[in-house]
């Protein structure tokens, strides 16, 4: 079974910081999945990604598929983006399930 | 936009009572997945089907846990009887994917989620 390792568990930064948030996992994987949980509960995927780097709007998302390793970027970090950052990993070769991450709880202050 | 619609929102009920929950997948989407999340574990698989067919339900304690999914546009989750270690955000997912075992192609579409408290 995959372990995936998420850090930090809880991040606190100031409105316009850069800020990083790292995934790890220890058994190959076909695609790695970011996912964002707003409070009051819904999630929505922010990435699918299976080698490089993808960018959306203020984040990115890269993986090293060599180092088992994702890191999640915000660039001018806004209040607005405070929520859970979860990380999940997918096997492939016919296999559908997630392994998930316990998540990071990022709050920006203003 | 499509979206992925559970029902109720919100469930309380009080221990040993059958609780049923209700997914209706994305239209197209032919694998649906049942989770479960709680404090502690943080996200965790129950049960997935793919073209309504069960795949895997080895997350779900069997005794009292159920997953069906009578058409492409209904999945159900059942407890019975429900205990309080129940209490959890249950979610539903639904994503459309290859033949041939490629795994997914897209990301998985998550519905707001089942809140359940068992007293």
């Known amino acids: 079974k995959n372990e995936v390792e998420q850090s930090p568990q809880n991040l606190t930064a100031q409105e316009g910081e850069f800020i990083t948030i790292n995934c790890s996992y220890s058994?190959?994987?076909?695609?790695l999945h970011w996912l964002q949980q707003h409070p009051g509960g819904g999630i929505v995927s922010l990435f699918m990604l299976s080698s490089g780097k993808k960018k959306h709007g203020r984040l990115i998302a890269t993986i090293n598929i060599q180092e088992k390793h994702s890191s999640l970027h915000i660039t001018a970090s806004h209040p607005r983006d405070s929520a859970v950052y979860i990380c999940?990993?997918?096997?492939?070769?016919?296999?559908?399930?997630?392994?998930f991450g316990k998540g990071t709880k990022l709050s920006v202050i203003p | 936009d499509a979206r992925v619609t559970q029902t109720p929102r919100h469930k309380v009920t009080e221990m040993g009572q059958e609780v049923t929950m209700r997914c209706q997948p994305i239209?197209?989407?032919?694998?649906v997945f049942w989770y479960r999340q709680t404090m502690m574990q943080g996200l965790e698989l129950l049960a997935y089907?793919?073209?309504?067919?069960?795949?895997?339900d080895s997350g779900m304690p069997k005794d009292r846990f159920s997953a069906e999914m009578p058409d492409a546009t209904l999945a159900t989750l059942k407890i019975q009887p429900s205990e309080p270690r129940d209490s959890a955000v249950y979610f539903c997912?639904?994503?459309?994917?290859?033949?041939?075992?490629?795994?997914?192609?897209?990301?998985?579409?998550f519905g707001d989620g089942t809140r359940l408290s068992i007293l």
């Open positions: 997912a639904s994503v459309k994917t290859l033949d041939g075992g490629k795994g997914f192609n897209q990301p998985q579409h």
């Open positions: 058994v190959g994987i076909s695609a």
């Open positions: 999940a990993v997918e096997p492939g070769a016919g296999s559908y399930q997630l392994t």
């Open positions: 239209l197209g989407h032919n694998t």
């Open positions: 089907f793919r073209n309504r067919a069960p795949l895997d």
